[in-house]
């Protein structure tokens, strides 16, 4: 664990947040912020820019967690929320705004810092599938491109599959480009002659 990592507390209570303040120095944190304030709370975020964002609250409003979603998606950090109530809505809630971490009665200190190395871990997988997915549905568009840049060429040359995707291959490699870039092409040629 890297105990340079810049830590933001966003938590309205001075003592719930010298719970997990406390808790992170006696982990070895020095880096930590405390953000008081839930108003304009995306903006406190980016003026810290933290590593990892710990909330704390006594129970997420749905306003908190309207926030958190946008946080979550504009920062793209790990986040673990102590809440001291909850429900099944505000978990899934919580979780589809980006929360890695959502922790039900649990603010101890001592408990603080395998917390938080859970938190980074689960989020560091779920930003590798994320990143595997992208590359997937990339993937994916490209063949459908290629596939109707094939359908193209097969129909206006009359060639078979086969010769329409050498011919797109050997286009590639002559001008140095990747297939999906010239089928592109090839599609939007296409729809000049329509």
Same mark, same amino acid.
């Given at each position: 664990?890297?105990?340079?990592?810049?830590?933001?507390?966003?938590?309205?209570?001075?003592?719930?947040?010298?719970?997990?303040?406390?808790?992170?120095?006696?982990?070895?944190?020095?880096?930590?912020?405390?953000?008081?304030?839930?108003?304009?709370?995306?903006?406190?975020?980016?003026?810290?820019?933290?590593?990892?964002?710990?909330?704390?609250?006594?129970?997420?409003?749905?306003?908190?967690?309207?926030?958190?979603?946008?946080?979550?998606?504009?920062?793209?950090?790990?986040?673990?929320?102590?809440?001291?109530?909850?429900?099944?809505?505000?978990?899934?809630?919580?979780?589809?705004?980006?929360?890695?971490?959502?922790?039900?009665?649990?603010?101890? %200190?001592?408990?603080?810092?395998?917390?938080?190395?859970?938190?980074?871990?689960?989020?560091?997988?779920?930003?590798?599938?994320?990143?595997?997915?992208?590359?997937? %549905?990339?993937?994916?568009?490209?063949?459908?491109?290629?596939?109707?840049?094939?359908?193209?060429?097969?129909?206006? %040359?009359?060639?078979?599959?086969?010769?329409?995707?050498?011919?797109?291959?050997?286009?590639?490699?002559?001008?140095?480009?990747?297939?999906?870039?010239?089928?592109?092409?090839?599609?939007?040629?296409?729809?000049?002659?329509?």
């Amino acid at each position: 664990m890297d105990h340079g990592l810049k830590i933001v507390i966003v938590d309205e209570s001075a003592i719930r947040a010298a719970i997990l303040e406390e808790g992170l120095r006696e982990a070895g944190f020095t880096q930590v912020v405390r953000i008081a304030e839930m108003n304009n709370l995306l903006a406190r975020v980016y003026a810290v820019d933290p590593d990892v964002i710990l909330i704390d609250l006594e129970n997420p409003s749905r306003d908190v967690l309207e926030q958190m979603f946008q946080v979550s998606r504009a920062v793209r950090r790990p986040i673990a929320m102590f809440v001291d109530q909850s429900d099944t809505a505000s978990i899934q809630a919580s979780v589809d705004a980006g929360v890695s971490a959502y922790i039900v009665d649990g603010l101890k %200190k001592e408990r603080i810092k395998h917390i938080l190395d859970m938190c980074i871990s689960r989020f560091n997988a779920f930003s590798r599938l994320q990143g595997e997915l992208d590359v997937a %549905k990339s993937a994916l568009e490209e063949r459908k491109v290629i596939d109707r840049a094939k359908g193209i060429l097969m129909k206006a %040359k009359n060639l078979n599959e086969e010769a329409a995707y050498a011919l797109l291959r050997k286009t590639a490699m002559n001008e140095n480009k990747k297939i999906a870039e010239i089928a592109q092409s090839v599609l939007t040629a296409a729809e000049l002659f329509k």
